[in-house]
């Protein structure tokens, strides 16, 4: 069973950053696209970044030219430096596998990201 662990949440003002990491316990994770979800209060879960198991990165365009996604095969880990950070960003963040948009595995149990002045 893959597990997954999420850190790095937190509260910020707007305009700060962030810096997200997930842990997969698998094997040949660098087979994997791997992708960040949030879901935010009263709202269902979406994919804001993905990464392929080659390193292409695609983003949701509300945060576009704003998140970085990275991985590093050698520790399972997949990252997501966030900058320039609003409150409509305020969600619980997730790391999951990316199967054409849905995810692979059980969820983890996120990390709180808060925006707020």
């Known amino acids: 069973q893959v597990q997954l662990v999420e850190s790095g949440g937190g509260l910020v003002q707007p305009g700060g950053s962030l810096r997200l990491s997930c842990t997969a316990s698998?094997?040949?994770?660098?087979?994997?696209?791997m992708a960040w979800y949030r879901q935010a209060p009263g709202k269902q879960r979406e994919l804001v970044a993905g990464i392929t198991f080659n390193y292409r990165t695609n983003y949701a365009d509300s945060v576009k030219g704003r998140f970085t996604i990275s991985r590093d095969n050698a520790k399972n880990t997949v990252a997501l430096q966030m900058s320039s950070l609003k409150p409509e960003d305020t969600a619980v963040y997730y790391c999951?596998?990316?199967?054409?948009?849905?995810?692979?595995?059980?969820w983890g149990q996120g990390t709180q990201v808060t925006v707020s002045s």
């Open positions: 999951n596998g990316n199967g054409g948009g849905t995810p692979r595995w059980n």
């Open positions: 698998l094997s040949r994770f660098s087979i994997y696209d």
